[in-house]
């Protein structure tokens, strides 16, 4: 562990807890929030906002370089910087493995997905269901399950880490500190989404990404000059334990770094290791499938590309950006340990809750203290301005697409059923902007649910989303993309099944235990376990498919026959 002056200087005034935010940095935020709003106006007044495919689309005519850089912003939020962070400090360098192996799922979205998505003329992934399959009842069921993971994981986890870091900078604990940030921040946010749509929201991203990489190196350069370089940084963490540790239940001892911090591949022994290798290789390819190829928020994106050279190269730059986190925010984190053990790496749960409000442990504060202890004036509201940027552009991405599926896919189909009318450009301009300000009061409304969830390591809210949103959704998608032909009854079907087999799953999966209550030490990890859950999902589709195949010629539209990869170019399928 380091031992110089300098660093006990830092834990000291750390522990005073007497750091606050300087005139240089409340007036670098100002200047920040004035610049942002002001792309964002100038976007929105540029942008074709009297049509359909102009708000929600972008015209389909933006650059490369924009696109790309927003599929890396609407996935880098706040959550991010705090949960990529914290998993370093409390773990090493495994949690950065979530990244990499998405880099392989960004290109087969530009290769192998966007290809299909393009030539079908789409605006959202239930519509391309519906137009592959036919019938209403898949459209219907992922616009909902998409509409309430947007709803209940997504904004939660974001509005969660975006209040924690405003609370640790601004020495503020209370209630109306938090609510008048975070209402800053999302009317911020919603004027340019409601104003301008899909464009605002991409050329915000792009502004946002070049101050948060700026941002982000400046503090890694000076956390590493801080711990004393990358060796020194391997070499410490080992050492990096609080002064006051304890057992769990087990008589583990809590608050010690594992001894695999720096493998990015570890054991597959349950009990043995967090993030064993086969989850890490296998299980989260699946989820990195479903939300680079799958998810609205980046198939949105890829689709307002001006055409399909312009879509793969900004996957191509896209990828390039995600290497970066492993650096930016992971060993960060880790040094965030390293320099204030005390704080970061606590395990007494007494001590924990003076320190961060929460029992279960401290590591998710390890990016804020970092820019609270180290940044000279002016750069700590720099890194401010950057929390921020991350936290707009991932709600701002919600917002859009959550807005796009509620617009196309339900009200749309509201209104052909109950009015037998197609709904005018100006009614879903107006619905979409509406639906809006409805996810706005949602998120205000998620502030006190998500301050008593206490989670102790945010990446645990961020890494794996439901199981019952995964498997039989993406297998259904892989199978709309790879065959030209498929069987209605065959994909629906086995969505209701999965669900409540996957619903029991998740009531097993809260009932393991959790070794010291730290994140990955779960015994049955998610990832580790959605190998099988796909297995499942795809033989229940070929199971349900033979067995309806002998009744085939009495049901008039049981096949359909739409767009996939290997009939893309294929006139009059469509």
Not at 5 to 14: F, H, K
Not at 106 to 130: A, D, N, Q
Not at 333 to 354: H, I, N, Q, T, Y
Request: aromatic letters at 12%; hydrophobic letters at 50%.
């Amino acid at each position: 562990m380091s031992g110089d002056d300098s660093d006990s200087s830092i834990m000291t005034s750390t522990v005073a807890g007497t750091t606050r935010l300087g005139w240089e940095d409340a007036a670098v935020i100002v200047v920040y929030f004035i610049f942002v709003l002001a792309v964002g106006l100038w976007s929105s007044h540029r942008s074709s906002r009297d049509s359909v495919a102009g708000y929600f689309m972008a015209s389909r005519n933006m650059h490369w370089i924009l696109v790309g850089a927003s599929l890396f912003a609407s996935n880098i939020g706040s959550g991010h910087f705090i949960g990529l962070a914290g998993a370093g400090a409390a773990s090493g360098i495994a949690a950065a493995g979530f990244e990499l192996t998405s880099v392989y799922s960004i290109m087969m979205l530009g290769w192998i997905f966007v290809p299909v998505y393009m030539s079908s003329g789409i605006y959202t992934m239930p519509e391309y269901l519906r137009e592959r399959f036919g019938g209403q009842r898949i459209r219907t069921y992922l616009s909902f399950l998409a509409l309430m993971l947007y709803i209940f994981t997504k904004i939660s986890a974001d509005l969660y880490s975006g209040a924690l870091f405003i609370q640790l900078t601004l020495n503020k604990t209370s209630t109306e500190w938090l609510y008048i940030s975070i209402l800053i921040l999302l009317g911020i946010a919603a004027v340019f989404t409601i104003s301008g749509g899909l464009t605002a929201v991409i050329w915000t991203d792009f502004v946002q990404i070049v101050l948060m990489i700026i941002g982000a190196f400046i503090l890694m350069g000076i956390t590493f000059s801080k711990v004393g370089g990358y060796t020194k940084l391997v070499d410490d963490y080992q050492y990096a334990i609080a002064t006051k540790v304890t057992l769990d239940i087990n008589n583990n001892t809590c608050g010690i770094p594992p001894p695999y911090y720096m493998n990015m591949l570890r054991s597959n022994v349950p009990g043995e290791a967090d993030l064993p290798w086969i989850g890490m290789v296998f299980g989260t390819r699946f989820t990195s499938l479903w939300y680079w190829c799958m998810d609205q928020v980046t198939v949105q994106r890829s689709l307002a590309s001006k055409n399909m050279c312009h879509a793969k190269a900004s996957c191509i730059f896209a990828s390039y950006l995600k290497f970066l986190p492993l650096w930016l925010m992971v060993f960060p984190g880790m040094a965030a340990r390293v320099l204030f053990p005390d704080r970061v790496g606590c395990s007494d749960p007494e001590e924990c809750f003076k320190i961060c409000g929460s029992t279960k442990g401290c590591s998710n504060i390890a990016y804020a203290e970092l820019v609270l202890n180290l940044l000279p004036p002016g750069l700590a509201g720099l890194m401010m301005a950057v929390m921020m940027a991350a936290l707009m552009s991932s709600l701002t991405s919600i917002f859009n697409s959550a807005s796009t599926i509620f617009t196309i896919d339900v009200w749309k189909l509201f209104r052909r059923k109950f009015n037998h009318k197609n709904p005018t450009d100006s009614e879903l301009l107006i619905v979409g902007r509406i639906f809006t300000l409805f996810l706005v009061g949602v998120s205000v409304i998620w502030i006190p649910v998500i301050q008593m969830k206490g989670k102790s390591l945010l990446l645990n809210f961020l890494a794996p989303p439901p199981p019952l949103s995964l498997p039989q959704p993406t297998s259904i998608c892989l199978v709309a993309i790879r065959m030209s032909k498929g069987l209605i009854i065959g994909n629906f079907a086995p969505l209701l099944m999965s669900l409540l087999v996957d619903i029991l799953r998740i009531l097993i999966q809260v009932g393991s235990k959790l070794i010291c209550e730290q994140f990955g030490q779960n015994t049955k990890p998610f990832s580790k376990m959605l190998p099988s859950s796909l297995s499942f999902s795809s033989i229940l589709d070929k199971g349900i498919e033979i067995w309806a195949r002998p009744v085939t010629p009495l049901v008039q539209g049981f096949y359909s026959y739409a767009i996939a990869f290997l009939n893309r170019r294929t006139d009059g399928i469509k």
